[in-house]
C-alpha cells in the first residue's frame, strides 16, 4: 500500500496541534479511496468496519425510519471525521452515509479507534467534542421539528448549510454544493411542494437566489427574522 502524504490532512482542524510526526504516524493506518456521486460509503445499521475523514467533496448523512421514510440528517464537509460509530459505543452505523458529489475519503479500520484515541489525545479529545456538537445539533433539530412551523425550520436549515458551506459571492452566501428542494425537504419534514413554494416566495422578496440545486442566501438578517420568528410579535 503505497504511504499517504501528511499534506492530505496537516492543514484540518482535526489534526490541529499534532505534531508532524504524529500526523504521519495516524496517517499509517489510512486508505484513501474515491467515492462518485450518489455512492453509499456505508449504509445504516451495517457493521461499522471503519471510521471516515472528508478530504473533498460533500456528503449527505441519511437516516431511514422504521416507516421508509428518509431523512437527511445533515452534511458532512471537507476536513469533517464521520462513521466514528465507536466513538458512540455501536457496532453498526446509525445511519448512511452517501456521496453529494464526487468525493475522496480516508478511512481507517474502526479495530484502530481505541488505540489512536489513546496514543493521540487531541485527536481523540476532538472527534469527542465533533460527536457531542452533531448530538446537541440533532436535539435541537428534534425541538425544531415539534416545536416550530415548517417555514422557520426551512429558513433554519438553509442558515445552517449556508453558515457551514458557504462561499461568499457577488449574489450573497452561495451553499456550496449541489442541494435540491426535495433535500430540503428531506432535512426538514416537510413537502417538495412546501418548500418549493416558500423558496419561490423568498425568491421573489429578494431574500434567496434560487436554480437549479443551487441556493444563495441574498439576506441573511431576513432569513434569521422569518427563522425566529420575529415578523410573527
Known amino acids: 500500500m503505497v504511504a499517504l502524504d501528511r499534506s492530505l490532512i496537516s492543514q484540518l482542524q482535526l489534526f490541529q496541534g499534532m505534531a508532524p510526526q504524529e500526523q504521519s504516524e495516524i496517517l499509517k493506518g489510512a486508505r484513501s479511496s474515491r467515492y462518485a456521486k450518489d455512492s453509499a460509503i456505508f449504509e445504516q445499521e451495517t457493521e461499522a468496519h471503519s471510521f471516515f475523514v472528508l478530504i473533498s467533496g460533500h456528503i449527505r448523512v441519511v437516516r431511514t425510519t422504521p416507516d421508509g421514510q428518509q431523512v437527511i440528517a445533515r452534511y458532512i464537509s471537507e476536513g469533517e471525521i464521520f462513521g466514528v460509530a465507536a466513538a458512540l459505543g455501536r ?29 493521540f489525545p487531541v485527536f481523540g479529545a476532538t472527534t ?8 446537541q445539533e440533532a436535539q435541537t433539530r428534534v425541538v425544531e421539528m415539534s416545536t416550530e412551523q415548517v417555514e422557520q425550520r426551512v429558513a433554519h436549515a438553509l442558515l445552517r448549510l449556508a453558515n457551514q458551506t458557504g462561499r461568499k459571492t457577488d449574489s450573497g452566501i452561495e451553499i456550496d454544493f449541489p442541494i435540491s428542494r426535495q433535500d430540503i425537504a428531506e432535512m426538514t419534514g416537510t413537502t417538495l411542494h412546501t418548500v418549493s413554494r416558500l423558496l419561490s416566495k423568498w425568491e421573489d422578496n429578494g ?3 434560487s436554480g ?12 434569521v427574522v422569518l427563522a425566529e420568528n420575529r415578523n410573527k410579535g
Request: glycine content about 2%.
Open 128 to 135: 469527542y467534542r465533533t460527536v457531542g456538537n452533531r448530538l
Open 91 to 119: 457496532t453498526t452505523y446509525p445511519a448512511s452515509a452517501v456521496a453529494a458529489v464526487d468525493c475522496v475519503v480516508l478511512a481507517w479500520p474502526n479495530a484502530l479507534w481505541p488505540e489512536l484515541a489513546r496514543r
Open 212 to 223: 437549479r440545486q443551487k441556493v444563495t442566501v441574498k439576506d441573511a438578517h431576513r432569513l
Open 207 to 209: 431574500i434567496i437566489v
